[in-house]
T-cell receptor
């Protein structure tokens, strides 16, 4: 299967600062990437869908000005949590599907990023 | 409203037995149903996919069934091992292509030696 690399795996930041999380598809061109958030013992909650070269589509209730998503190339999407607050502390996971030329039906996930805002 | 339910939040079984996990859904018409494994602090890993016109799929010790009339999928792990302990997520895919999957909450499986 394909490989999706997410970085960093853990980050601790001060309240009010911004944090950038990177998601790279290493061996296929991901036309679409997804960002999820997961609280302990809860399911993955979709935050936004990111298409290469266009604006992200955010799910209802997700602040697009707070969670900035950029999908500048077919192999890289970034999520920036701006002006982070303790309630933003969570596990963030990116996922990629599709792929130009070779279509994947399953989703490939990054390792996840544990964000702690203090 | 649309719902995906994995009936057991946690399941404990003895090593060597078959683990059976359930996924039920309402108000969806999935083209695919997928199962993923998630270990603590890690992203999910794809295990198996079954299409709406398939009844059963197997991969090594794993078996998935899909009943679109009952709106249910069963996920079996035969000859379970302690290394199978993890959270298992079912996911629905209503359309092919680059659309997001919708996940259940998961079942945390513990295989006891």
């Amino acid at each position: 299967g394909a490989v999706v690399s997410q970085h960093p795996s853990r980050v601790i930041c001060k309240s009010g600062t911004s944090v950038k999380i990177e998601c790279r598809s290493l061996d296929f061109q991901a036309t679409t990437m997804f960002w999820y958030r997961q609280f302990p013992k809860q399911s993955l909650m979709l935050m936004a869908t990111s298409n290469e070269g266009s604006k992200a589509t955010y799910e209802q209730g997700v602040e697009k000005d707070k969670f900035l998503i950029n999908h500048a190339s077919l192999t890289l999407s970034t999520l920036t949590v701006t002006s982070a607050h303790p309630e933003d502390s969570s596990f963030y996971i990116c996922s990629a599907r599709g792929g130009s030329g070779r279509k994947y039906t399953e989703a490939f996930f990054g390792q996840g990023t544990r964000l702690t805002v203090v | 409203s649309q719902k995906i339910e994995q009936n057991s939040e946690a399941l404990n079984i003895q090593e060597g037995k078959t683990a059976t996990l359930t996924c039920n859904y309402t108000n969806y018409s999935p083209a695919y149903l997928q199962w993923y494994r998630q270990d603590p602090g890690r992203g999910p890993v794809f295990l198996l996919l079954i299409r709406e016109n398939e009844k059963e799929k197997r991969k090594e010790r794993l078996k998935v069934t899909f009943d679109t009339t009952l709106k249910q999928s069963l996920f079996h792990i035969t000859a379970s091992q302690p290394a199978d302990s993890a959270t298992y997520l079912c996911a629905l895919d209503e359309r092919t292509g680059n659309t997001p999957l919708v996940f259940g909450k998961g079942t945390r499986l513990s295989v006891i030696a």
